[in-house]
């Protein structure tokens, strides 16, 4: 069973451990930078790019705008094509109805197809404590299943592993979970995934139950769609006599025209592929084809509360494709693991302190977990600005909605700020002063001044400003009378 990230350290704590390992920098290098090239080259190929992304922005929009009558709608759909909703307001919820439902099949087994809705949830727990065996069947979900790791990329979840690291987890492990890794197991690819193949397909051939997620949900249709590139997840959602898929209220989409917008968008984002390899959809139930029993199970567990907020709601607009993880300079320093949730990352670090919100002292370091340089917002697909989302909830923080020890000092310096600008008179003087001060200035601060820790850190890393010899408004006051002496 993998681990959950209950417990993790904040993320300064955490990336301060994974920066040093000098392994993971090199995996994590080598995979974003192979990525993030053929991401680049698949999207120049398109003439219309940026009004595909711009189609993506307001489809999403739209639907987010009116998600109670698109909601509404998919739920009627579904139904009415054999299928039955349930809804969870949080991950508890979501968890009981899973468990329950496969506890009223009589099975103790469970298949998988990548889903990071369960990830948030951590049903594969939850299932665990109810004596339900949960098979991860995406390559690299398994990876980390049997290495008993915690997934470190929203598309590669693996992304931390080499070749050699795999070849020697598939030896050790999977003999414990079924069919063991064959004799002399290289780390060559189509040798790695050929024991992968054999082992999943004991499973498969066995398994009655199948867990989804999806990437997009049509209400006109009750239309559930997943893109995934290995057809391992296609045998999940056809061959079990059940299927319960797991799903944010998010994915909603109102038509089946409006794929063709996404289904350009997020393979070149995700894969850099003109086309997705698999794309399933399915609607229901049909007689004597793929499962018999369909169940939807809608997840909120802080969605509302994301789309209450008029700034942070954009995160919900996100499509999984991990392109911004691929360009961010510090994702690729730091590594997944060190922003201790489902979603790492650039969205990660908008995402998880908005569902989770921002009282632990983890959450309250995510969105600190950037260099604000705008990389992410360039790359995504349906054109988040997640940089300005990131300094909205350090705002947040600042203002005591987060873990307070953490930033009492930016919060106090936010405060005497506010003050200063509410009040001219004041603000003058301080610039005045200031002018008359700068020759007593010294343009960087001696290294010996016993600064406490977070000032001593801004510090080192920067020059402080040079002061100008007098206040703009002094300036202007001056300009002004000699404008009217003329
Ligand atoms: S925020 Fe944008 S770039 Fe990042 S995963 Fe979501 S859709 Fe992709």
């Given at each position: 069973m993998s681990r959950t990230f209950v417990g993790m350290p904040p993320f300064p704590t955490a990336a301060r451990s994974s920066t040093k390992d000098g392994q993971l920098r090199a995996n994590l290098t080598h995979a974003t930078h192979t990525i993030r090239d053929k991401r680049a080259k698949a999207v120049a190929e398109l003439d219309d790019w940026a009004e595909l992304r711009e189609a993506g922005k307001r489809i999403k929009d739209h639907t987010l705008r009116h998600l109670d009558h698109y909601l509404e709608q998919l739920e009627a759909s579904v139904t009415a094509a054999g299928g039955q909703v349930h809804w969870a307001a949080d991950a508890a919820e979501a968890n009981r109805i899973v468990t329950e439902l496969v506890r009223a099949t009589g099975e103790t087994e469970v298949v998988k197809v990548k889903s990071m809705a369960t990830q948030e949830i951590e049903l594969n727990e939850a299932l665990a404590k109810a004596g339900i065996s949960a098979y991860e069947t995406d390559l690299a979900e398994l990876i980390v299943q049997l290495g008993d790791d915690l997934p470190s990329h929203i598309l590669v979840p693996a992304i931390h592993k080499n070749r050699s690291e795999i070849r020697d987890i598939f030896q050790d492990a999977m003999g414990r979970w079924g069919r063991p890794a064959p004799?002399?197991?290289?780390?060559?690819p189509a040798e790695l995934a050929e024991a992968a193949r054999l082992h999943l397909r004991e499973k498969f051939l066995r398994a009655k139950v199948g867990i989804s997620g999806a990437n997009f949900m049509i209400a006109e249709t009750g239309t559930l769609v997943v893109l995934e590139s290995e057809g391992n997840g296609r045998m999940c959602l056809t061959l079990p006599e059940t299927l319960i898929s797991v799903v944010g209220i998010?994915?909603?989409?109102?038509?089946?025209?409006?794929l063709e917008v996404f289904l350009q968008l997020l393979p070149r984002s995700s894969t850099a592929e003109r086309m997705n390899p698999y794309t399933s959809t399915w609607t229901g139930t049909s007689d004597g084809d793929g499962p018999q029993r369909f169940h939807l199970v809608l997840v909120d567990n802080g969605r509302t509360d994301t789309l209450a907020d008029t700034v942070g709601r954009?995160?919900?607009?996100?499509?999984?494709?991990s392109a911004c993880l691929n360009v961010c300079p510090v994702y690729e320093r730091a590594g997944g693991h060190a922003y201790g949730s489902a979603y790492p990352g650039p969205i990660g670090a908008i995402l998880t302190p908005q569902l989770r919100g921002v009282e632990s002292e983890l959450d309250a370091s995510l969105p600190y977990a950037s260099s604000l340089c705008g990389a992410c917002y360039e790359v995504c697909p349906v054109a988040i600005d997640i940089p300005e989302v990131l300094v909205h909830l350090r705002e947040r923080v600042a203002e005591g909605g987060g873990h307070r020890d953490g930033h009492r000092v930016e919060g106090a310096v936010m405060r005497a700020t506010t003050w200063l600008f509410d009040h001219p008179a004041a603000l003058g003087a301080v610039e005045r002063a200031a002018g008359a001060m700068r020759g007593l200035v010294p343009r960087r601060l001696p290294e010996?001044?016993?600064?406490?820790g977070p000032a001593k850190a801004w510090n080192d890393s920067r020059d402080l400003p040079e002061l100008p010899e007098e206040s703009f408004r002094d300036w202007w006051k001056k300009r002004e009378q000699r404008g009217s002496g003329e």
């Open positions: 004799e002399g197991l290289t780390d060559r998010e994915k909603v989409l109102p038509r089946w025209q409006d954009q995160a919900l607009r996100c499509i999984r494709c010996k001044l016993p600064l406490p």
